[in-house]
């Protein structure tokens, strides 16, 4: 058999799994952190995009690929994480006057950690929903006795001005399944690491069903604030005072993304609030479905 007919007969095949997988695949091109967009022929998202994703597109295409997955529209997953990556691991806690506050050490980190939802999707994995409201960090907490825990919030629970976290018809035992959480030891939650600590993924239902939902976010002059875990119960139980930053903004992302420099902790955090012209990404090209392999949860 010729190796045309071959490849005619295998691209369909190809294309009904991907769209059977419920995932379409358009890729962006790479560029420079702070470019006004991506240049040259790409495939992405046309001028009629929401506002979140023409506002993120060009600065996490470096780092990662945009495709489209239903019911979420646009969404982003990463380059570069090992198969057993979960958000909200590379990197660590402290608490400012935000409340708990992330500090990632990916560069990209600025963007998917502080603004929008994450959510187990295979075959393409842990893949990052777009939003516009800023936060020192969006995550489900629980804690117990000796034990720290926290996993992304899932899409469809969302921040309303005045309202506060929503979480609608979202079941968060059942929408964070087991493999989104990280459970460290309490005396190593203020770790530089605390991933290093963290129980494998195995033991993830163990702890959880010894430590109970604590999760707490409040407003606070139009700003969220990421209560979760209480502070002054942890400075009690390890017996130290909980070191207190202040937030500074930068002009643009850096890396790390997050810097901690004595009483302070530096931020990237623009407000994706209009659509900016020259950051439209160019108009949608014909899609390409290419399966991905997914990682393990």
Known sequence: MGRSLLVALFLPLLFLASSCAGVIYTPGPPGPVGTAGPSGPAWGPGPDASVEVSFFYGDLSP???????????????????????????????????????????????????????????????????????????????????????????????????????????????????????????????????????AVPVSRNREIFRQTRDVTRYEARDGHVLDRGVPVEQVERNLRQAVPRYRVEDLGAPTRPSTRVKKDRVRVYRPEPTRKPAAQEPPGRQPRKAVPRKPPAP
């Open 63 to 197: 780092y990662g690929h945009w495709f489209q997955v239903s019911p979420y529209g646009w969404v982003w997953a990463p380059h570069g994480t090992a198969a057993d990556w979960r958000p909200y691991t590379v990197g660590r806690w402290v608490y400012t006057s935000y409340g708990w506050t992330w500090v990632s050490e990916w560069r990209w980190g600025w963007a998917p950690f502080h603004y929008g939802r994450w959510v187990w999707h295979p075959p393409q994995g842990w893949i990052w929903v777009p939003g516009d409201v800023w936060a020192p960090a969006w995550v489900t907490w629980r804690y117990g006795p000796g034990w720290v825990g926290w996993a992304p919030l899932p899409p469809g629970v969302s921040w309303r001005a005045g309202v506060g976290l929503s979480l609608g018809n979202v079941d968060l035992d059942v929408a964070v399944g087991s493999g989104g959480w990280v459970f460290v030891p309490e005396r190593s939650f203020l770790d530089r690491r605390p991933l290093r600590q």
